[in-house]
Nanobody, 120 residues
Framework: VQLQASGGGLVQAGGSLRLSCAAS????????MAWYRQAPGNQRELVAE???????NYADSVKGRFTISRDNAKNTVYLQMNSLKPEDTAVYYC???????????????WGTGTQVTVSS
């Protein structure tokens, strides 16, 4: 199983970016999917998560600015980021809780990171 993230870049404060993360490989089902971020010198933190049924949860710092969504048919999760601030600068990682067969346990798979830089 592989998760490939894309969509990062350099943007001015107040701007927007949309991140995508596609899961591929031997996938039976995907439970929750999530976005995390890690800034230099900081621990990795949860940004947003979404269940297979569409329920969402956000970090307080991004509520009202970021929106997580998913396309189950494409095994893809998105993060729409609006009103970006310099403190949003970090490497963003996606995570999927995936079963590769009905009889196998759920395992968390991490995607490649994508850099988001917000200039002031």
């Amino acid at each position: 199983v592989q998760l490939q993230a894309s969509g990062g870049g350099l943007v001015q404060a107040g701007g927007s970016l949309r991140l995508s993360c596609a899961a591929s490989g031997s996938i039976f089902t995907i439970n929750s999917m999530a976005w995390y971020r890690q800034a230099p010198g900081n621990q990795r933190e949860l940004v947003a998560e979404i269940t297979s049924g569409g329920s969402t949860n956000y970090a307080d710092s991004v509520k009202g600015r970021f929106t997580i969504s998913r396309d189950n048919a494409k095994n893809t999760v998105y993060l729409q980021m609006n009103s970006l601030k310099p403190e949003d600068t970090a490497v963003y990682y996606c995570k999927g809780d995936i079963k590769t067969a009905a009889w196998r346990p759920v395992i968390s798979y991490w995607g490649t990171g994508t850099q988001v830089t917000v200039s002031s």
